[in-house]
């Protein structure tokens, strides 16, 4: 559903999930992965991370037992493909040493994108997200966003890896 010369992607709340080739495609409804097997997880995540991140995202996969390669993809293109069924999960990780506050910008139209076309989306300890505190996400650590069939199994990963134990750790200053 994605043309070369690039996209145009629409949800609305309780409508569905849409997207058009620019400039005049013809749109059709997205819908995220069906897969439900953890060892053939797709992770959708950034182009550019750190060594922390890189074995943090490393220690989860193990943890998930997915073998299957990840997709590196860089801003709000990776919640467009995992609506798209292109990938099955996206994973933000808090920082060890601290929270870090996701902007609301960065995830926002993206989460309304993954929950339309049938996915589901939390912080790293399973809240819900909350978009209502300004400019940051200042309820919330990190942010999952599955298909919804593997997000258990994403959040139960985090819990037995090292991103839940410093997560878990942030949340006392995180109300």
Avoid at 58 to 75: F, I, K, N, Q
Avoid at 128 to 140: I, K, S, Y
Wanted: glycine letters at 10%; charged letters at 25%.
């Amino acid at each position: 559903p994605f043309g070369e010369g690039g996209s145009f992607a629409l949800a609305v709340r309780g409508e569905g999930t849409w997207v058009a080739p620019a400039p005049d495609g013809k749109w059709t409804r997205l819908a995220v992965s069906a897969e439900e097997n953890p060892a053939r997880c797709r992770l959708l995540r950034s182009v550019v991370s750190g060594r922390s991140t890189d074995n943090r995202l490393a220690e989860l996969r193990r943890s998930l037992g997915t073998t299957a390669p990840e997709v590196r993809m860089d801003s709000q293109v990776k919640y467009l493909a995992l609506a798209a069924g292109a990938g099955d999960l996206i994973v933000r990780l808090p920082r060890q040493q601290g929270a870090l506050l996701e902007n609301i910008w960065d995830h926002a139209c993206g989460v309304l994108l993954v929950e339309e076309a049938g996915g589901r989306c939390s912080d790293v300890l399973g809240r819900e997200l909350d978009f209502q505190t300004a400019r940051q996400m200042e309820r919330n650590l990190g942010v999952v966003a599955s298909n919804g069939r593997l997000h258990t199994a994403a959040l139960d990963a985090l819990r037995r890896t090292a991103p839940a134990a410093s997560a878990e750790a942030s949340a006392e200053g995180v109300s």
